[in-house]
């Protein structure tokens, strides 16, 4: 596939879904989180029990998606979103960056609270509401020269590499994209 909008070409990973990889190359501690299809929120507070979870908005405001994101959201090219991105946390130490994209036309109705979420986690909201289905799962790997690379690991020392995992999620059959992207500081998975 061919990128029209050379501005993002080799800024963006490979995302596909799970049943077209090559699962050899994915580190088997990382795997059962890619995998999972229940709430990350819920797993992540199971695998801190005794430890202290918290979300850390790193930023939440308008912006523009990255070119993957906008087909992925059948979006207009140029077309706005809410723009959050956070770090899911246990005992400080960050597990996961998330990045959830609200396009405009999906804050409609009692999603509009969605803008509204301060510090609570999305996943809780989304995975306790009836009006809530989950489409497409598609995963990635990451690396240094991917813009979400860079953005996830932030400040830490990189790693050569990260995976991370993207839902196409429908309230009241509005989209909204969740990326998760699994740091180093990620325990293995538990069960």
Known sequence: MKISNPVYAGREPSWGEWSRLRHGGIPPMIAPWLRDRGSLTARIKRACSGGCFRVLVRRQGWGRPLYSEVRLLGMRQGGWAIIREVELLCDGVPWVFARSLIPAVSLKGGARRLSLLGDRPLGELLFSEPGMR??????????????????????????????????LFYLDDYPLLVNEIFLPGIPESPQ
Do not use: N, S
């Open 134 to 167: 989950r489409g497409q799962i598609q995963v990635a790997r990451l690396l240094p020269r991917h813009r979400l690379f860079t953005t996830a690991v932030g400040h830490q020392p990189a790693p050569e590499e990260i995976w991370g995992r993207r839902t």
